[in-house]
């Protein structure tokens, strides 16, 4: 994983599908820079700009971003990207 910078995830507490994908990523070994853009109103801008949208959780690391997500629809697109899911560390399997 790149040392410079980690994936972003924007949540939105009390949000199941928030809880559903942060613990896709603890089980992987993802580390993450978990931001609740509840708390604070310069990540919901943040995620904003970045994906056009405010709905959570969104998932932003170099040039990949997917936004309102549930795991299986991460690991869909994460398949499209194959030099991302080496750089996480995600294994192939589906479940």
């Not at 928030?18 to 089980?27: D, I, M, T």
């Not at 969104?58 to 499209?80: C, G």
Request: glycine content about 6%; hydrophobic content about 40%.
């Amino acid at each position: 994983m790149s040392k410079n910078k980690l994936p972003i995830l924007y949540i939105k507490s009390g949000c199941p599908w928030c809880r559903e994908a942060l613990s896709f990523f603890n089980s992987q070994g993802v580390a993450l820079d978990v931001r609740d853009v509840n708390d604070n109103p310069k990540d919901m801008d943040a995620m904003v700009a970045l994906s056009g949208q405010t709905k959570a959780p969104t998932f932003v690391y170099e040039d990949f971003l997917v936004a309102d997500f549930d795991v299986n629809e991460f690991l869909a697109e994460l398949n499209e990207f194959p030099g991302i899911r080496k750089k996480l560390g995600i294994c192939d399997d589906e479940n």
